[in-house]
Nanobody
Framework: QVQLVESGGGLVQSGGSLRLSCAPS????????MGWYRQVPGKQRELVAT???????NYADFVKGRFTISRDNAKNTVTLQMNSLKPEDTAVYYCNLGHEVMGQEYIYWGQGTQVTVSS
C-alpha cells in the first residue's frame, strides 16, 4: 500500500511563505498527475495546483502568481511553494497522486498538512 508523505505545513503571518513537499512511501513509475488540494471545515476540497508528467501545471485562479508547483520525476516528489500567503489560504492541504498500472488509474491522497496564515 502506497502512502503519500507530506511535510512543510505550519503557521505563518500574512504575506509570508511556506513550502509543502510530498513523496510516495516507495518508488513508483507511471505517475501521471501530482498535485495539491485544500479543504476548510464545512467546505468541499478544492484544487490548488497540479502538474502532469510532462511538467504542465494548472493552478486555481486564487493562487495564480503566488504559488508555484514543481515536480521531480526522478525522486517522485511534488513541491508547492506558497508566497504572499493570505489568511484565506488557511486550510488543510492534501497531496494527490495519479498512478497508472496496466491502463487502470489509481488515485492516492496524503493525510493532509495544516497551513495557518495569521493576519
Amino acid at each position: 500500500q502506497v502512502q503519500l508523505v507530506e511535510s512543510g505545513g505550519g503557521l505563518v503571518q500574512s504575506g509570508g511563505s511556506l513550502r509543502l513537499s510530498c513523496a510516495p512511501s516507495r518508488t513508483m513509475i507511471s505517475i501521471k498527475t501530482m498535485g495539491w488540494y485544500r479543504q476548510v471545515p464545512g467546505k468541499q476540497r478544492e484544487l490548488v495546483a497540479t502538474v502532469d508528467s510532462y511538467g504542465t501545471s494548472n493552478y486555481a485562479d486564487f493562487v495564480k502568481g503566488r504559488f508555484t508547483i514543481s515536480r521531480d520525476n526522478a525522486k517522485n516528489t511534488v513541491t508547492l511553494q506558497m508566497n504572499s500567503l493570505k489568511p484565506e489560504d488557511t486550510a488543510v492541504y492534501y497531496c494527490n497522486l495519479g498512478h497508472e498500472v496496466m491502463g487502470q488509474e489509481y488515485i492516492y491522497w496524503g493525510q493532509g498538512t495544516q497551513v495557518t496564515v495569521s493576519s
